[in-house]
Nanobody
């Protein structure tokens, strides 16, 4: 299983970013995928889930601002982030849940600052 996250960077408050997670080594279309984030000094936090059936679930802090999506043909998970806030600053990780076993990518840094 390999997960390669990209798309992070520095953005001003109120701005937008789109993260991507390229997946390989497993059946992507049948896998429960998630985005997590971890800010300095804090625990890793669930941002959003994408089920194999196409349902989505969001954490309270991002609901209405972030959108998780997936392209099964391209084996890629996305996170569209809008109206970013300084408290969204964190390393963002994608996660693949294969039968209860979680796999992590290397993370991509998102910094929201003026």
């Amino acid at each position: 299983v390999q997960l390669q996250a990209s798309g992070g960077g520095l953005v001003q408050p109120g701005g937008s970013l789109r993260l991507s997670c390229a997946a390989s080594g497993f059946s992507f279309s049948n896998t429960y995928m998630s985005w997590y984030r971890q800010a300095p000094g804090k625990d890793r936090e669930l941002v959003a889930d994408s089920t194999a059936g196409g349902s989505t679930i969001y954490g309270d802090s991002v609901r209405g601002r972030f959108t998780i999506s997936r392209d099964n043909a391209q084996r890629t998970l996305y996170l569209q982030m809008t109206r970013l806030k300084p408290e969204d600053t964190a390393v963002y990780y994608c996660n693949a849940n294969q039968g209860g076993q979680g796999y992590w990518g290397q993370g991509t840094q998102v910094t929201v600052s003026s």
